[in-house]
T-cell receptor
Framework: KQEVTQIPAALSVPEGENLVLNCSFT??????LQWFRQDPGKGLTSLLL?????REQTSGRLNASLDKSSGRSTLYIAASQPGDSATYLC????????????FGTGTRLKVLA | DAGVIQSPRHEVTEMGQEVTLRCKPI?????LFWYRQTMMRGLELLIY????????DSGMPEDRFSAKMPNASFSTLKIQPSEPRDSAVYFC?????????FGQGTRLTVV
C-alpha cells in the first residue's frame, strides 16, 4: 500500500531564507508526483508536476526534484516571502492506469516578515 | 474556464439528514475525483470516475455514501443519513492528462 509522508509537519522561517520541503513515498512505481499549495479555508492549487521519467521541474522561485529509486521528492523555495505561507502537499499518482492521487500529510509553512 | 465549481461552499445539517454535494468539472476533463479532508486523516480519496463511469470507490467509507456522475459536466456526492463524524471538507477535482485541478471545497458540518 502506497504511503506518502512529509517532513517537517510545520516550519517557521524568516523572510528571505531558502528552504526545502521533503516528501517520501513507499512504492517507487508512481506515474507522477504533484506539489500543491493550500491556503487556509481554500482549495488546492497545483504548483509543479513531475512525470516519473523526469528528475526536476522549475517554476519561478520553486524547484521540485524527484528520485524514484529512493522514494523521495523535495520542493525547494528560494528567497521565501510572507506570501508563501501556506500548507504544501505532495501527491503521487499511481501507475497501472489507476490515476488516483495519494496525498502526503502536508507541511505547514509560515514565513515571518 | 471557471475551474472546478463546487456547491454549496458551506453546509450545516443535523444528524440523520441527507446531504448532497455538487461538482462541475472543467469542460473536457475526463477524470473526476472526490476527496475528503480532515485534520486527523488528511486528504483521502473517496471515489473517482473516468468518462462518467465509477472506476474505484474503495475509499467510500460506508454505504451511507454514494456518488453519481450522470453526465460529463456534473457529479454529486450524497450522504444519507449524515453523522457528526462526516464533518469535513469535501473536494472535487478533475483531470485530463496528467495534472489535477481542485475545486474550492464544501465544508460540511453535521450537528
Amino acid at each position: 500500500k502506497q504511503e506518502v509522508t512529509q517532513i517537517p509537519a510545520a516550519l517557521s522561517v524568516p523572510e528571505g531564507e531558502n528552504l526545502v520541503l521533503n516528501c517520501s513515498f513507499t512504492d517507487s512505481a508512481i506515474y507522477n508526483l504533484q506539489w500543491f499549495r493550500q491556503d487556509p479555508g481554500k482549495g488546492l492549487t497545483s504548483l509543479l508536476l513531475i512525470q516519473s521519467s523526469q528528475r526536476e521541474q522549475t517554476s519561478g522561485r520553486l524547484n521540485a526534484s524527484l528520485d524514484k529509486s529512493s522514494g523521495r521528492s523535495t520542493l525547494y523555495i528560494a528567497a521565501s516571502q510572507p506570501g508563501d505561507s501556506a500548507t504544501y502537499l505532495c501527491a503521487v499518482s499511481l501507475t497501472s492506469g489507476t490515476y488516483k492521487y495519494i496525498f502526503g500529510t502536508g507541511t505547514r509553512l509560515k514565513v515571518l516578515a | 474556464d471557471a475551474g472546478v465549481i463546487q456547491s454549496p461552499r458551506h453546509e450545516v445539517t443535523e444528524m440523520g439528514q441527507e446531504v448532497t454535494l455538487r461538482c462541475k468539472p472543467i469542460s473536457g476533463h475526463d477524470y473526476l475525483f472526490w476527496y475528503r479532508q480532515t485534520m486527523m486523516r488528511g486528504l483521502e480519496l473517496l471515489i473517482y470516475f473516468n468518462n462518467n463511469v465509477p472506476i474505484d470507490d474503495s475509499g467510500m467509507p460506508e454505504d451511507r455514501f454514494s456518488a453519481k456522475m450522470p453526465n460529463a459536466s456534473f457529479s454529486t456526492l450524497k450522504i444519507q443519513p449524515s453523522e457528526p463524524r462526516d464533518s469535513a471538507v469535501y473536494f472535487c477535482a478533475s483531470r485530463q492528462g496528467t495534472e489535477a485541478f481542485f475545486g474550492q471545497g464544501t465544508r460540511l458540518t453535521v450537528v
